[in-house]
């Protein structure tokens, strides 16, 4: 098991959240929101942030330096709010990592949870996904959806000018609406049919509105961050022996690999309100 820091007892046992940045912040904003109770500690990977276009072995060694830090801070249970560390990471740490580091803890994913509802919600079975291109290339929404429901047909539109457009406070520009209405339009030209497309990026929910004035009424919109929080309450119902060790004071703590003042300034926008940040040693 990896050992935890002398400050991080058993009493302070938070359920960590990680991301390459800042999009997880919408996701944990979601999450506090169906549990409150719960303590969080987010860790944004600033310092090697983007991943999106990153290797396959790299964003794996990043996500699992990541992973084993949050359990030495006493997280029992960490959820990945990163669409690239769970398209590219995910499985290697639950199947090959987790036996031998940590086998009484839990790492979980935020594709999964949308993946395993969205042939609940599509009428057409014509599904589109919006995502980054490393998350696209991994074809982890195709293979999860055709998992759970093979007659689906899904579609991927690669969006990398979003992230950087979100991230520089641009997301209400004219500028925005350019590349938003551009891959909607390619998307849609890929297959008209389809009604229901996933947000395969946390960092996307900041475009929604955008987003949303260039689709018919007809078309559905899926943000992950309610999503995931639902299914992660269930999964917590359904797991006591996992929700027992999990502490319960409220308490949010925050950390990134760089720029603490960087990370303060920007969370804002990801996470509604102001926090205040220490940089991981």
């Keep these: 098991m990896t050992k935890t820091d002398p400050e991080n007892r058993m009493e302070h046992c938070p359920i960590g959240v990680f991301d390459s940045g800042f999009g997880g912040l919408t996701v944990l904003k979601e999450i506090e ?61 639950q199947q090959k990592d987790l036996p031998a580091i940590a086998p009484d803890r839990r790492v979980l994913g935020v594709i999964r949870p949308v993946t395993e509802i969205v042939g609940t919600l599509t ?53 925005a609406d350019y590349f938003v209405k551009q891959h909607i339009n390619r998307l849609l030209a890929a297959d008209p049919w389809i009604d229901t497309i996933i947000l395969g990026c946390t960092h996307y929910p900041l475009l929604e509105h955008k987003i949303l004035s260039h689709l018919s009424p007809g078309i559905s919109l899926l943000s992950q961050g309610a999503i995931v929080a639902e299914r992660l309450a269930d999964y917590l119902n359904r797991h006591p022996e996992i929700a027992q060790r999990c502490s319960r004071q409220g308490r949010r703590d925050f950390f990134t690999s760089e720029k603490a003042d960087l990370f303060d300034r920007l969370a804002t926008l990801f996470y509604g309100r102001e926090i205040r940040c220490r940089e991981k040693l």
């Design 123 to 175: 009428r057409s079975r014509h599904v589109g996904i919006l995502a980054t291109a490393g998350t696209v290339a991994s074809q982890s929404y195709v293979i999860e959806i055709t998992r759970y429901f093979p007659d689906i047909a899904v579609v991927q539109e690669p969006c990398p000018m979003w992230v950087p457009l979100v991230e520089n406070d641009e997301s209400k520009s004219d500028g």
């Design 33 to 93: 929101r169906v549990l409150p109770q719960y303590d969080f500690l987010y860790l944004g990977d600033n310092a090697h942030a983007p991943y999106g276009n990153r290797s396959f072995e790299t964003v794996y060694a990043y996500t699992l330096e990541a992973v084993q830090w949050l359990f030495g801070k006493g997280c029992p249970l960490v959820i990945l709010a990163c669409n690239t560390a769970s398209a590219k990471a995910l499985r290697t740490i």
